[in-house]
């Protein structure tokens, strides 16, 4: 682990020539050749980046190359930022697979997504070439009812704004900068219309899955977990191990370190193909 190296990569974007898609290639042999390697990928969510929650310090323990990235509109990728526009972050991630495989010759063998990062990345594996490769999925505060996205407009007033002036203007600190967004209702439609149901015949019946959620979650409710592990826990070979981390909520705050062990635990058991479907709950040793 002492030969890791973090190398900051540009990507030119073929959707977007204005767009550069920004992340950071993490190699644990960098003299080594990379063609046939496998890597991880890290997707963050809603407004976030590259760098935050669990995602570096995921990338930086993982005992495989990894790369991890800003989605467009987010940190320091270029573009702009819409809150319906998954099928954008899709062409993006689309983008760096192609990239890592023509560049390095990588093959994608995990994918860790947290929120929205997860919803593209669930929707990647049902439809990609490369997702039938791909062995491991980490789900992290997973949304599967898409449409309960109205009641946190609702909690947050957004249909007040929406009346007022047309959009629902939010500020948010990304990267230690306070940006601010603007939300339309076109775009809460076409986040509630994000089809989540394909998982249930589509999703590579070989992937092992694990889904982490906290159960104070005001974000996405934690039943959403258990709509997921019923989708996903019904194929074979590929497992299902359902995680439910108490007093935590959708971002982990102040879990970061537990995260990131509940994840390398079930990514060990995987390697060493001990993987069962069913409950694991964090604290508790063993599965239930």
């Known amino acids: 682990m002492s030969d890791r190296v973090s190398t900051k990569l540009r990507i030119a974007h073929p959707a977007d020539p204005q767009c550069t898609i920004v992340g950071i ?24 980046h590259k760098d935050y929650l669990f995602q570096k310090r995921l990338a930086l323990r993982l005992p495989l190359d990894s790369f991890r990235f800003d989605f467009r509109g987010n940190h320091e990728t270029g573009g702009t930022w819409k809150q319906g526009a998954l099928y954008e972050d899709l062409e993006d991630l689309t983008a760096v697979v192609d990239y890592l495989k023509a560049t390095y010759g990588y093959v994608i063998d995990l994918v860790v997504g947290h929120s929205r990062g997860s919803l593209v990345g669930l929707r990647w594996l049902c439809t990609s070439e490369e997702g039938k490769s791909v062995s491991g999925f980490v789900n992290a505060s997973g949304r599967y009812r898409m449409r309960k996205i109205h ?12 009346d007022k002036q047309g959009y629902y203007s939010w500020t948010v600190s990304v990267a230690r900068k306070q940006v601010t967004v603007k939300i339309h209702p076109q775009d809460l439609e076409d986040f509630s219309n994000w089809d989540t149901s394909i998982v249930w015949d589509q999703f590579p019946s070989t992937v092992d899955v694990l889904t982490l959620h906290g159960l104070s979650d005001k974000t996405v409710p934690p039943y959403d977990a258990v709509i997921y592990a019923r989708a996903l826990g019904q194929r074979t070979p590929g497992t299902h191990t359902l995680n439910l981390i108490e007093d935590a909520d959708h971002n982990f705050t102040g879990r970061q370190d537990e995260i990131t062990d509940a994840i390398l635990d079930w990514w060990a058991s995987h390697q060493r193909n001990e993987l069962t479907t069913g409950l694991w709950l964090a604290g508790v040793k063993g599965k239930l």
């Open 25 to 48: 290639l993490e190699q644990l042999s960098p003299n080594a050749p990379t063609n046939g390697r496998k890597i991880a990928l890290i997707l963050h969510g809603t407004m976030g």
């Open 151 to 162: 009641e946190t407009a609702a909690r947050n007033s957004w249909k007040e704004s929406f």
